[in-house]
């Protein structure tokens, strides 16, 4: 009893000592994160996915996507590198313009689903009772279905009512999101009613925090780190989902290309034998994105722990 | 006298036992069962039990972190369970509570000068551009280090983050501090320190303490009145010295001789409880004590002994005193 002061002991001191003076949790995490050679070989390869699609029809002489019956169904070759198609395309360029389709309605259909899933779940968790009530049972109803089905049908549906093909992106979009929503708003709500009962928010309670506080500055810090995390996996489910919806002809239709309906578009006996650079390739980019995306958002969930320490 | 800082009258609180499909109410833990505590400007009030004895459930109480069941608890005055939410919140800041577990109570996500100032903030307590040097001046007098301020919760000990606690408490300026043994978490080196800096606090400020502890040698170190309850009742209250030197009652005579410091004012007899605290949600009848009381006598078993006046401030509650 005799060491006894008012001032913090020296292990404490030292203790606070060897971490860096100042550190944001983010950065932190990104730190985790470099360090993590299978989540960066993903995020490299994401990166590269990208920057490919986007930028690298802008390099190709056939970007304008001349038909050419000259020229139908070559196997690759210096000039084609991936070969051309039946109209005699050239196959990486529609490979890269099809990825823009392809990412581009994974990403904003995951958009669309994290804003609204998170809106929703939010609302039900602050409010509880009737309206609680209301938006959990029609998510509970739309996650008892299963996805595929309900997109088959309303596929068939826009095809049935004939709407033009480049609004089809959009609604597949949409579509996506209406079946990717309510999982996240019951992740969402689930964690708000757990935050709401952990102590730091009797703390704010006490401190008398009014409701804006609360929930900006305290509850929902505490669920974008899983947001993240579930963000980024589920733009690979949509993706591989509209993949699955192009390929049976009733997502994105052509001319605009995805990495579906380019495999849709070799789906028969000849093309398989015999011209396997019409399949191959959009089949390798699904399936080498979607584990990268799956590879990364795994390791941003270990970095993404703030209690989780090195 | 003056008008007492905080009275507690009666106070009530039970939490329903439910059960099957429909939640029905099967019952009721009676965790604060007819509390009656007043607290004068500067006191510090030590309340001990054993684990389940509802210590907690009164600190909650009070300041309505939880709802009463019934009674009345007036803060400077104020019946707190009758002002409207946005009174309450207003009144907030000059009654807190220190939490006993230094690592939950702490948002994992939120600096430490964040957690510590914005209640100065959210409140208009403070101009925005003095609440750092307020934080500094906290932090200091918690025996913290300025570069602390701008670290996550993470990065700190036990009895740093229990310092973080009290920080955040003391910024506001309060009247009132209602300590949940913010010292049983820690590590017994640390305790020792964490009790001293609430004493510091205590002199230099001139706080009033609801100091809440299973452990009598804790208290013993800080307080000048002690109330000792069991199974959601107060048993006994006494100033510490007439409480340490001349104990009424049975169970606080069993607390006291179980406390490890050889006491050497006074040589008593060794009581040694048998059996365990009864489950709160059918406590025994008349004396709630009486299962585990080495004196219990019939009308222990049958009637509720009064919590009679024994002069000074000396009040207890047994029929054999
Ligand atoms: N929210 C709650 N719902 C139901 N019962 C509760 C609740 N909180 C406390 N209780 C019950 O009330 C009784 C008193 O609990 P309380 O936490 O106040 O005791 P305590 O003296 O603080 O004990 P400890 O030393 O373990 O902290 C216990 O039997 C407990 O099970
Ligand atoms: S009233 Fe009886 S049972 Fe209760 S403490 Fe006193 S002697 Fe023991
Ligand atoms: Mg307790």
Known sequence: MSSISGSVTKTEAHQAAVTPIRSSLWRQALHRLRKNKLAMSGFIFIVFMLLACFAGPLFSPYADNKINPANMNAAPSLKHWLGTDMLGRDVLTRLLQAGRISLTVGIASMCISVILGSILGAVAAYYRGIVDQIIMRVADLLLTIPGLPILFIMGALLSEWKIPSEYRMYIVMLMLSFIGWPGLARLVRSQMLSIREREFMQAAIVLGLNDRRKLFNHMIPNIIPLLIVVATLSIGGAILSESVLSFFGLGVMPPTPTWGNMIDAANNLIDFEKHPWLWIPPGVAIFTTVIAINIFGDGLRDVLDPKQKK | ????????????????????????????????????????????????????????????????????????????????????????????????????????????????????????????????????????????????????????????????????????????????????????????????????????????????????????????????????????????????????????????????????????????????????????????????FHTRCPFAADVCREQVPVFRHMGGDHYVACHLV
């Open chain 2, 1 to 288: 006298m003056s008008e007492p800082l905080l009275e507690v009258n009666h106070l009530k609180k039970y939490f329903p036992i439910t059960s099957g499909l429909f939640n029905r109410t099967i019952g009721h833990v009676k965790a604060v069962d007819d509390i009656s505590i007043t607290l004068q400007q500067g006191e510090t009030f030590g309340l001990v039990g054993e684990s389940g004895s509802g210590k907690s459930t009164v600190g909650r109480t009070i300041i309505r972190l939880t709802d009463k069941t019934d009674g009345e608890v007036k803060f400077k005055g104020i019946d707190l369970y009758n002002v409207p939410e946005k009174e309450l919140r207003k009144l907030r800041p000059k009654m807190q509570l220190i939490f006993q577990d230094p690592y939950s109570s702490l948002n994992p996500r939120v600096r430490v000068g964040d957690a510590i100032g914005e209640a100065l903030i959210n409140h208009g307590l403070a101009p925005k551009e003095e609440v750092r040097d307020r934080v500094l001046d906290v932090l200091d007098s918690c025996g913290l280090s300025s570069y602390h301020i701008d670290r996550f919760p993470h990065e700190f000990s036990g009895g740093q983050r229990q310092r973080i606690g009290i920080a955040r408490a003391l910024i506001l300026d309060p009247d009132l501090i209602i300590a949940d043994e913010p010292v049983s978490a820690l590590d017994v080196s640390i305790q020792a320190q964490i009790i001293n800096l609430f004493r510091k606090l205590q002199t230099t400020r001139g706080l009033t303490y609801l100091f809440i502890s299973h452990d009598l040698s804790v208290v013993e170190h800080l307080c000048n009145r002690i109330g000792v309850m069991y199974l959601g009742t107060m048993m006994e209250t006494a100033s510490r010295d007439e409480l340490f030197k001349n104990p009424l009652h049975p169970y606080t005579k069993a607390l006291l001789s179980a406390v490890p410091i050889p006491v050497p004012r006074l040589k008593r007899e060794r009581i040694v409880l048998k059996g365990d605290i009864p489950n709160p949600a059918n406590p025994p009848a008349g004396c709630k």
